[in-house]
Each structure stands twice: as C-alpha cells, then as structure tokens.
C-alpha cells in the first residue's frame, strides 16, 4: 500500500519555524516530482512547493518563497519543507503529495497521491 505521510507540523509562535517531513512507503517517488500543499480552514488548498525528481528545480509560491526551502532525500524516499519566519498566515493543514510528472508540479491535478496532512498553527 502506497502512503505518503507527514510529519513535523504543531504549534509555533510568529517568527518561529517548523520543518516539516514526509515519508514514502509501498514504492519509491525517486523518479516523481514531489509537492506541499496547505488549507486553511475555510479556504480552498493551495500550492506552497515542488521539488523535481533529483532536486535541481524547485517552485514557490510567492507567499513562502523567501521563507520557505523544500528538499528530498531520494535514499530515505522523503521530503521537507523548512518554513522559516512563520506568519499567523501560514496556519494550515500542510499535505504533502507526489507527481505523475517529475518536474517540479504545482498543478493538484497532476498530483496522484495524498498524504492525510499535518496542522501547522501559528499563533501571533
């Protein structure tokens, strides 16, 4: 069984960081692209990062560009996301998901696994 599964989120003052992990299971994603999405309650999910497949290209969204660092280790099959300088903004379920494609995918269609999501709560 395939399963995608996050870690590392919690409770964080403004200002703080938080590094968050995923971890594969049941295949390897070394040839996929890898992505963070966040949603926030009441709000539709969006894009936060991607990584392709050997970490040369990543994207941002530019509201965590200059804060954030996504990488992966493709011997351990997981990927982080280093969030640096935490707004109250940034509260959000973080999911961690897996390309069809093994650019650096920002699109969810693209995406084909889901992890179940981390909550990352930043308190001002």
């Known amino acids: 069984q395939v399963q995608l599964v996050e870690s590392g989120g919690g409770l964080v003052q403004a200002g703080g960081s938080l590094r968050l992990s995923c971890a594969a299971s049941?295949?390897?994603?070394?040839?996929?692209?890898m992505a963070w999405f966040r949603q926030a309650p009441g709000k539709e999910r969006e894009f936060v990062a991607a990584?392709?497949?050997?970490?040369?290209?990543?994207n941002y969204a530019d509201s965590v560009r200059d804060r954030s660092t996504i990488s992966r280790d493709n011997a351990k099959n997981t990927v982080y996301l280093q969030m640096n300088s935490l707004k109250p903004e940034d509260t959000a379920v973080y999911y961690c998901a897996a390309s069809t494609s093994p650019g650096a995918a920002s699109i969810m269609s693209t995406m084909n696994y889901w992890g179940k999501g981390t909550l990352v709560t930043v308190s001002s």
């Open positions: 990584i392709s497949w050997n970490g040369g290209i990543t």
């Open positions: 049941g295949r390897t994603f070394s040839r996929n692209g």
